[in-house]
């Protein structure tokens, strides 16, 4: 594993509030590893939180949930998986079925996985928020900032960091990590909708 980063001096500084520990909603590990080691080489502790009952089939979601622990796992860091509740997202998102990929759906998605988020973050002292899903190029930046604002105007305590985990070269450490950690990296962003729109020469 490669040590220190020239992105992760001063990310501590970055986070809101100065304080130095993160809820980082972490959808698979491909898109934590990154921000994951970014953050812990600059001093700030991530706790990972895993809710993402838009994958399916079962077998997926906890094929990624496994990989993600993994990587929790090597640093140290504390995993905490969400209830796995499908059905529930599914009436989330009723309506939106036939959506494009990056259209609707996905933004109403993105609240309600995050706002699980924010709601733990209130429930266990967390003051700060972010999700790796500002890290894949499967995803809208702007629909992860609006959902992730707007789930923690309803949690006061919680504030919502809106950081662009895709520059700094943090892309480009995403890919060597998927190689060095030897991650399982899918094809589809999780949902049944998404998978559908997989194209074979796609990757996350």
Known sequence: MKKKRTEAVGI????????????????????????????????????????????????EYEHRRDECARYALHWGLPFVEDEYDHEAWRAAVKGLEDEPERGARCLQCFRYRL?????YSQDHGLKVLSTTLASSRWKRLDQVGQAGAEACEAFPEVCWWDRNWRKGGLQERRGELIREMDFYNQRYCGCEFSQAHLKEDEQP
């Open 115 to 119: 706002s699980r988020a924010a709601a």
């Open 12 to 59: 501590a500084s970055e986070v809101p509030g100065g304080g130095s520990q993160v809820l980082l909603h972490a959808c698979c590990a491909p898109c934590a590893s990154a921000i994951v080691e970014c953050l812990v080489q600059g001093g700030v502790e991530p706790v990972l939180f895993y809710s993402n009952s838009n994958i399916v089939p079962r077998e």
